[in-house]
Structures are given as structure tokens and as C-alpha cells.
């Protein structure tokens, strides 16, 4: 790879490298990657429907960031733990800077949605109405839609001395209602809830919509939450609407599994899954701007908030589901469609299952037994590469064996259908589980359930570790021997999220891998204290301390006078022990070039400290997820890929693993890998020492650089 221009080491032996001034916060740094996020629905070059996805994304990550990292940190004020963060601050100094950084990048968000993209949706016939918007003929047709849609699933809950304050749902959205009553001219307050059942947005017939040019518009309709709005005196009969107010609540949703003391984790989470459907105590409330003091501070009482959780919105709220958009016809607003291609090595492969031969269908077996094969997705097809992998070993007569680790996948998925009928086809199958992975606990029990039905053998995970490893083992019968075939991949296995999320995969038949993903299942699966692999980093055995012993191996180059270069590609950097390894690998003079597209809490730049580190984030049409670790080790270059990121949850608390690039055309594949999105001039941000990011551009005269289009193009060509 081509090595960065470094700067002379310096003495630095009185510096404390554990300085919180070294550190940028980490809820500070994940508020900065969604702010690339909000750039790219700001961002003109994209098109309108791809822009208004983005401003979704903003929106549904922000829910999540409260549901958990804002929820974690009001427990610890309650809990009154002061114990600061590596950046030197308190819970509280930490809640009071989110909400400092984070409440003008909520305004910026929604002035652009109303006054940008709302306009624009409207001039290409996708016309998001208010209710004074709409004709007679119009209003009509709505309000024989609401007596007949809605009204007959609306709770109108009254507030006063005999109704108690009604308990309102995680992320829900709420009309607070001012009402009067004519005879004794009692104000009154009741609160309705837009169910979360119905469509957001009530299209309207296509023989009310505006026409354009003399055709039809593609969309007209209006949130459902104006059209309940209107139609409150059919909830309050013989009352005086005086007004309306919409506001949405966002609940603690991170579940709380003492996993020590439960006899059964999978009935602990469902117990807890439970609890979260009826969701913690508040940690946001987003309201209109315009909402009367008294209203608000009712609110905020009842709710048992504080300033710093309250939110004004203008406009639409809970922009979320915006996503729905995203299904209408019109390709001409969206990215150009994208469909993943086969690999190389499988187009040039003449193995062919004898017994499919009419398919063409390729023998992956066979390839592995040549050489060990790299999948790059969206890239190249999941579905053709590691789901065949897959489904050849569930219907192949001489595998014996099939053992995979599940984090996330659909429900839906055609591996779980494979491994289904991998075990009646009489094979052993043995899948673990990781029933902790957030947000998706309920949909990993329901298909957990089902492979255990039908004979697979699934284990629930260790108690305190998440599984978060992606491997898969095939046993086969060949011959005289028995050999096994493996996957270790950076992503789930999911045939949807492969097609929007970048991962790679290593297949191979390794016999050290195999031997080591054999160990590594064993201690998945029963009891084993395994400390030592041939081949693998396995956290949390022995991937912090070999992660390290890599870093210090450039460290030990550059003293000697020899070129120490570092390349890592990451969701997130937070781990205190890593970055300061990597400020003394700084020091030493060692290059360090990181791609984090998340959360980075090590500041780049620093004169003495960190002088030869550069950090970019790619934002754009796929999401990064794939990790890549690169070590010049004087010429005799290593390259690892795998499941994990430098932050201390993955290297202490998590089962993860990462695997060493043998092959030299891997290799060099990986590397060029690397070089590209290094070299990306558009979608590329640059961390600052501050923690703020600035977006690249290419110079005058300069082509522009898009690593995600230079992949699409390579995998076209190859």
C-alpha cells in the first residue's frame, strides 16, 4: 500500500497518553456521524427520494441513540454514578453537551424537510398536503375514511381528578387535546393516540389527486395525524375544540438481563421483551413549538422530565416514516438500481455439481479445495456465494455437519430454510443464537424456536458475552478423510441487509481454520477454557492482546529506523488501551491511516501525540460495516478481516473473530480495497483534533472519487 507522509518522532515520555484531552467524547463523536448523515439528505448531487431516506435514517437513528445510549446515561445520574468518561465527563455534563450539540441539528433537519424537500416532492407530483390544503371533495372523502378507518380504533383519554395521566407508549405519536365544556366552560385536557397500526401518511384515490400536465400525481395524501386532528368533535361530542397539540415520546428501550441469575435466558428476554414493549421510564419528549407553558409543563411533570429531554419540533414529527416513500414508483428519484454480481473466481470456475449440471450451478466445494475465495457484498451477490455455500452443504450426501452463529437475520431468510432442511435431510446441525442482539431479540427467538423444532441444535449464547462472531463450518466425508469448509465473514447473515450494507467474507478450507472454528464452536456450544488458536484473533481470549502486540510490532519498526504503517477500517474506535497504543505508535513515527465510519473517540493531529494519524468516515449509498486491519511488519504485510471493532464491549464482553489473509491475491485484493476508499474525494469526511468532520471535495479539474461507485464499476468489469 502507499504509505502516508509521516512527521518526525518526538520525545514524549512525560505525556500521560490516558489524558481525557486526548479523547473526543464518545456520545459527542456518534452525534457528529449522524450529522454526516443529515449532509447526505442535504446534499443536492442526490436524488430526492435517496435525500428524504437519508433524512429518515437521521431520524431512526436518533430514536435508537435515545432508546439506549441517552437512556444508559439518565440511569447513572439516577443511579448518581459520577465515574467520568475517558473525555473526563460526568453523566450529567455528558446529557447537557448532547443536548447542546444535537438541538440545532434537529432545527436544521426539519426546516430542510419543510422548506426543501417538501417543495421539491410537490414539483415531481408527490404532493404531502396539510389538511387546509385540501378542496370540499377532498375533505369529504377523509372524513368517510376516518369514521370508517380510524375512528373506530381511537381511545380518547380525559386528564383530570378522576382520570390519572394516561401511560403513553415507546415512540409514540400523541395529539394533546384543549377542549372546553359549553356549559360550564371548563377547560379540559385529553390526550388521543395515533395508532401506530395505520398508515402514517392516508393517500388519497387517484381520482382526487392534483393533476399535472393533464396526469394524475404519483402520491397526494396528508399525515394521519391532521386528519384525526380534524375530526376530533367526532371523540368529544357536545365539547368545544379550542386546540390541538401533537407531541411523541421516545422510552428507556435497552433490556436489562441479569443473565447470572436466570435459570433460562431465552424465558429471561422474553420476560424482559415484554417490559419493553411497555417501555422504561421517558428520555425524550419532542412537542410543536408552538405549545402553551401550562401544556408543556404538564408534560414535563408528568413525565418526570428535565429541560435538557424536551425537544421542539416544527412541522411533521417523527420523520422516521418517511422511509414508506421509498416504495413508490418512480426510479427516476432514486439511486440507479444496483444488483449484485457473481465473483470473479466463480464465473471463471468450471466446477460444476455433477447432479445440477443443468443449472450451472458451481460446486463451491470444489473451489474451496483450489484456493480460499473473498466475497465483497452488495457487491457480489450473497445470495449466489455464501447462501449457496450454504445450501449446497444442507442437500450435499457427504456433509456431515453444519455449525453457524446467527446475529441478526430476516425472518424470512432462506438460510434458515436451508439449515431447516440440512437437519431432516439427517445432518447435524448446530446453530448458536445470540438472543441479546438489540432490537432484533423477538424475531431471533421466533426463528430460534423453529430450527429447534425441526431437529437443529441451538444454543442461546454464553452468559455475559454477546456472540457477535460471524462463522460457518461445514463437515464432509471426502474419501478417506474428513475436511472442513469455513466462513468467517464481517456481517450477518442476512440476504436483505447484504444488499445495502458493505461486508466481506473469507471462504476457505484451511485445515487450521477449521481446526480453530472447531474450537471455537466447542466453546460456544459446552465447556472449554480454549486460550490459544492456530490462526484466529478470538475475542475475549487473545484478540486484545494479539490487536496490540500488532500494533506494538510497527512500534518496534519505526524505533529501528524501518517504516512502521498501520491502515484499519472500522465502525467505531473507542477502546482507551487501543487508541493509546496507537498514540505511541504515532509518536514513534508509524503511519496510521483509520476509515471509522462511526463513533471515533481518538483525536487525530495532535502535535506530539498523534501528528502521523489521519481519520475519514465514508457516508454514502451503502452503509460501511466490513472491518479491515493492514500491518506493513517491514514489507511482510498482514491483512486480517472480521466481526469486530476496537472498542472495549467488542474486545472484553463480545465473541468475536477475526481472521488472517493468507492468500496473496486476498491480500492484495484487500489492500486495494483500503487504497480506494482512502482515495475517495466526495463521500470521505475528515476527522479534525476538534471532533468536528469536513467533508472532501475534489480539487478544480480533479475527477471525482466515489469508492462505493469505483466498487460498482470494478465488480461490472472483473
Given at each position: 500500500m502507499s504509505k502516508t507522509k509521516k512527521t518526525e518522532p518526538k520525545i514524549t515520555k512525560d505525556i500521560n497518553l490516558q489524558d481525557?484531552?486526548?479523547?473526543?467524547?464518545?456520545?459527542?463523536?456518534?452525534?457528529?456521524?449522524?450529522?454526516?448523515?443529515?449532509?447526505?439528505?442535504?446534499?443536492?448531487?442526490?436524488?430526492?427520494?435517496?435525500?428524504?431516506?437519508?433524512?429518515?435514517?437521521?431520524?431512526?437513528?436518533?430514536?435508537?441513540f435515545f432508546m439506549v445510549r441517552v437512556a444508559g446515561i439518565k440511569r447513572q445520574i439516577e443511579a448518581q454514578v459520577n465515574k467520568v468518561t475517558a473525555d473526563g465527563r460526568t453523566p450529567q455534563q455528558q446529557l447537557n453537551a448532547i443536548h447542546e450539540r444535537l438541538l440545532p441539528m434537529v432545527t436544521e433537519q426539519h426546516q430542510y424537510f419543510e422548506q426543501q424537500i417538501k417543495p421539491e416532492l410537490a414539483q415531481n407530483g408527490i404532493h404531502l398536503l396539510n389538511y387546509i390544503d385540501l378542496n370540499q371533495e377532498q375533505r369529504t372523502y377523509l372524513k368517510s375514511y376516518f369514521d370508517e378507518g380510524i375512528f373506530p380504533v381511537l381511545t380518547p383519554l380525559a386528564i383530570d381528578r378522576s382520570h390519572p395521566f394516561p401511560y403513553l407508549s415507546n415512540l409514540s405519536l400523541n395529539l394533546?387535546?384543549?377542549?372546553?365544556?359549553?356549559?360550564?366552560?371548563?377547560?379540559?385536557?385529553?390526550?388521543?393516540?395515533?395508532?401506530?397500526?395505520?398508515?402514517?401518511?392516508?393517500?388519497?384515490?387517484?381520482?382526487?389527486?392534483?393533476?399535472?400536465?393533464?396526469?394524475?400525481?404519483?402520491?397526494?395524501?396528508?399525515?394521519?395525524?391532521?386528519?384525526?386532528?380534524?375530526?376530533?368533535?367526532?371523540?368529544?361530542?357536545?365539547?368545544?375544540?379550542?386546540?390541538?397539540?401533537?407531541?411523541?415520546?421516545?422510552?428507556?428501550?435497552?433490556?436489562?438481563?441479569?443473565e447470572d441469575e436466570a435459570d433460562d435466558l431465552l424465558l429471561a428476554i422474553e420476560q424482559e421483551l415484554r417490559k419493553r414493549r411497555v417501555g422504561g421510564s421517558v428520555v425524550r419528549l419532542e412537542t410543536n413549538s408552538s405549545i402553551p407553558d401550562y401544556l408543556r409543563d404538564l408534560l414535563v411533570d408528568e413525565l418526570e422530565l428535565e429541560p435538557e429531554d424536551i425537544y421542539a419540533v416544527d412541522g411533521l414529527m417523527g420523520l422516521r416514516d418517511l422511509m414508506s416513500f421509498l416504495s413508490l414508483p418512480l426510479p427516476e428519484l432514486k439511486d440507479k438500481p444496483w444488483t449484485a454480481v457473481l465473483p470473479r473466481w466463480m464465473k471463471d470456475s468450471e466446477d460444476i455439481i455433477p447432479s445440477n449440471s443443468e443449472t450451472d450451478e458451481k460446486d463451491i466445494f470444489a473451489i474451496l479445495r483450489q484456493k480460499d475465495v473473498l466475497v465483497h457484498h452488495p457487491y457480489h451477490s450473497f445470495s449466489a456465494t455464501v447462501q449457496q455455500f450454504i445450501n449446497q452443504a444442507a442437500y450435499d450426501p457427504n456433509v456431515l455437519a453444519i455449525k453457524m452463529t446467527l446475529y441478526r437475520t430476516s425472518g424470512d431468510s432462506p438460510i434458515i430454510a436451508a439449515l431447516i432442511d440440512a437437519a431432516e435431510n439427517g445432518k447435524q446441525v448446530a446453530v448458536l443464537v445470540e438472543l441479546k442482539a438489540r432490537f432484533d431479540e423477538e424475531n431471533n427467538i421466533q426463528w430460534a424456536k423453529k430450527l429447534e423444532q425441526t431437529g437443529v441444535h441451538v444454543v442461546y449464547g454464553l452468559v455475559g458475552l454477546k456472540t457477535h462472531t460471524k462463522i460457518v463450518m461445514v463437515v464432509r466425508q471426502e474419501q478417506d478423510k474428513i475436511r472442513r469448509y469455513v466462513h468467517i465473514g464481517t456481517g450477518n447473515y442476512?440476504?436483505?441487509?447484504?444488499?445495502?450494507?458493505?461486508?466481506?467474507?473469507?471462504?476457505?478450507?484451511?485445515?487450521?481454520?477449521?481446526?480453530?472454528?472447531?474450537?471455537?464452536?466447542?466453546?460456544?456450544?459446552?465447556?472449554?477454557?480454549?486460550?490459544?488458536?492456530?490462526?484466529?484473533?478470538?475475542?475475549?481470549?487473545?484478540?486484545?492482546?494479539?490487536?496490540?502486540?500488532?500494533?506494538?510490532?510497527?512500534?518496534?519498526?519505526?524505533?529501528?529506523?524501518?517504516?512502521?504503517?498501520?491502515?484499519?477500517?472500522?465502525?467505531?474506535?473507542?477502546?482507551?488501551?487501543?487508541?493509546?497504543?496507537?498514540?505511541?505508535?504515532?509518536?514513534?513515527?508509524?503511519?496510521?491511516?483509520?476509515?471509522?465510519?462511526?463513533?471515533?473517540?481518538?483525536?487525530?493531529?495532535?502535535?506530539?501525540?498523534?501528528?502521523?494519524?489521519?481519520?475519514?468516515?465514508?457516508?454514502?449509498?451503502?452503509?460501511?460495516?466490513?472491518?479491515?486491519?493492514?500491518?506493513?511488519?517491514?514489507?511482510?504485510?498482514?491483512?486480517y478481516i472480521g466481526s469486530a471493532d476496537w472498542m472495549s464491549r467488542n474486545l472484553n464482553r463480545r465473541v468475536e473473530a477475526v481472521t488472517p489473509i493468507k492468500d496473496p491475491d486476498i491480500a492484495k485484493e484487500l489492500e486495494e480495497i483500503l487504497g480506494i476508499m482512502l482515495s475517495d474525494n466526495r463521500k470521505a469526511w475528515d476527522l479534525q483534533p476538534d471532533g468536528q468532520y469536513i467533508q472532501r471535495h475534489p480539487a478544480e479539474n480533479t475527477p471525482e472519487l466515489i469508492a462505493h461507485d469505483i466498487f460498482m464499476e470494478n465488480a461490472l468489469k472483473s
Open positions: 481525557p484531552q486526548y479523547y473526543l467524547s464518545r456520545e459527542l463523536s456518534w452525534l457528529e456521524f449522524n450529522r454526516r448523515v443529515l449532509a447526505e439528505a442535504l446534499d443536492p448531487q442526490n436524488p430526492l427520494l435517496e435525500r428524504l431516506k437519508f433524512l429518515a435514517i437521521f431520524s431512526s437513528n436518533l430514536d435508537e394533546a387535546v384543549v377542549l372546553k365544556n359549553p356549559e360550564t366552560k371548563e377547560e379540559l385536557f385529553a390526550r388521543v393516540k395515533v395508532p401506530s397500526s395505520l398508515p402514517r401518511f392516508i393517500s388519497l384515490p387517484k381520482e382526487l389527486r392534483v393533476q399535472e400536465n393533464g396526469e394524475f400525481s404519483p402520491w397526494v395524501g396528508i399525515p394521519i395525524g391532521q386528519v384525526i386532528a380534524h375530526n376530533l368533535e367526532s371523540l368529544f361530542p357536545g365539547m368545544d375544540i379550542q386546540d390541538y397539540y401533537i407531541f411523541r415520546i421516545t422510552r428507556d428501550a435497552d433490556l436489562a438481563v441479569q442476512n440476504h436483505k441487509t447484504a444488499k445495502l450494507y458493505t461486508d466481506l467474507g473469507l471462504l476457505s478450507a484451511c485445515p487450521d481454520l477449521g481446526a480453530d472454528l472447531t474450537d471455537l464452536f466447542n466453546f460456544l456450544t459446552g465447556y472449554s477454557r480454549q486460550q490459544s488458536y492456530r490462526k484466529l484473533l478470538v475475542a475475549p481470549v487473545n484478540m486484545r492482546k494479539r490487536f496490540l502486540g500488532l500494533i506494538r510490532r510497527e512500534i518496534e519498526q519505526a524505533n529501528q529506523g524501518k517504516t512502521g504503517r498501520i491502515v484499519a477500517k472500522l465502525n467505531s474506535l473507542v477502546d482507551p488501551e487501543i487508541i493509546a497504543t496507537l498514540y505511541e505508535a504515532s509518536q514513534a513515527g508509524v503511519g496510521i491511516d483509520l476509515i471509522v465510519r462511526g463513533t471515533c473517540s481518538l483525536r487525530p493531529g495532535l502535535e506530539g501525540i498523534s501528528d502521523n494519524i489521519k481519520v475519514i468516515s465514508i457516508i454514502g449509498r451503502f452503509l460501511e460495516h466490513s472491518r479491515i486491519f493492514y500491518f506493513y511488519n517491514g514489507g511482510q504485510e498482514e491483512v
